[in-house]
T-cell receptor, first 112, second 115 residues
Framework: SQQGEEDPQALSIQEGENATMNCSYKTSINNLQWYRQNSGRGLVHLILIRSNEREKHSGRLRVTLDTSKKSSSLLITASRAADTASYFCATNSGGSNYKLTFGKGTLLTVNP | NAGVTQTPKFQVLKTGQSMTLQCAQDMNHEYMSWYRQDPGMGLRLIHYSVGAGITDQGEVPNGYNVSRSTTEDFPLRLLSAAPSQTSVYFC??????????????FGSGTRLTVV
């Protein structure tokens, strides 16, 4: 069953603009992770935020986590055409520290 | 380069055939897993392993077997292929028992078509 659900399903922006993607989940989590997948490729880990953290930065990425609302957002600032990809949130929850449950992803298109 | 290696990259099977998808990692990761990715479904966990000799079922295990005889290798076996198993398969691994510190490293995938 899907734990995380991304919103929107698809997002199209111009180069230089910021892109925001949201993720909602259903049960309590240990951590939440964001991954990028370029067309026809494997997933690449972008950033991990623990349940006791509220915000985290990595380069042009900013992730927030609101455990009271069971939601997270991924902000990509100053987007580039190379950021065009699908973005997935994944939650690590329950008694297992190993299993990740993925959402269905947001397809981001950055137009040059 | 260190990472997760999957073979083959592409495979076409006839219904009823069996095959093994290979996955190997050279990062000494304890945890390994197999996912399938279908359009509109995201990634779904098939089987996983928390160490050599230990495997467990994920969300969609039917029709698949796994074993973990070494830390490095985690093959996925399709016992009798069915068209419903047409999908892209990803192997992933993670370093630490305290997975709250580390993300997963994914292989590049195997695109399987069952006709």
């Amino acid at each position: 069953s899907q734990q995380g659900e991304e919103d929107p399903q698809a997002l199209s922006i111009q180069e230089g603009e910021n892109a925001t993607m949201n993720c909602s989940y259903k049960t309590s989590i240990n951590n939440l992770q964001w991954y990028r997948q370029n067309s026809g490729r494997g997933l690449v880990h972008l950033i991990l935020i623990r349940s006791n953290e509220r915000e985290k930065h990595s380069g042009r990425l900013r992730v927030t986590l609101d455990t009271s609302k069971k939601s997270s957002s991924l902000l990509i600032t100053a987007s580039r055409a190379a950021d065009t990809a699908s973005y997935f949130c994944a939650t690590n929850s329950g008694g297992s520290n190993y299993k990740l449950t993925f959402g269905k992803g947001t397809l981001l298109t950055v137009n040059p | 380069n260190a990472g997760v290696t999957q073979t083959p990259k592409f495979q076409v099977l006839k219904t009823g055939q069996s095959m093994t998808l290979q996955c190997a990692q050279d990062m000494n990761h304890e945890y390994m897993s197999w996912y399938r990715q279908d359009p509109g479904m995201g990634l779904r966990l098939i089987h996983y392993s928390v160490g050599a000799g230990i495997t467990d079922q994920g969300e969609v295990p039917n029709g698949y077997n796994v074993s973990r005889s070494t830390t490095e290798d985690f093959p996925l076996r399709l016992l009798s292929a069915a068209p419903s198993q047409t999908s892209v398969y990803f192997c992933a691994s993670s370093y630490s028992k305290t997975a709250s510190n580390y993300g997963y490293t994914f292989g590049s995938g195997t695109r399987l078509t069952v006709v």
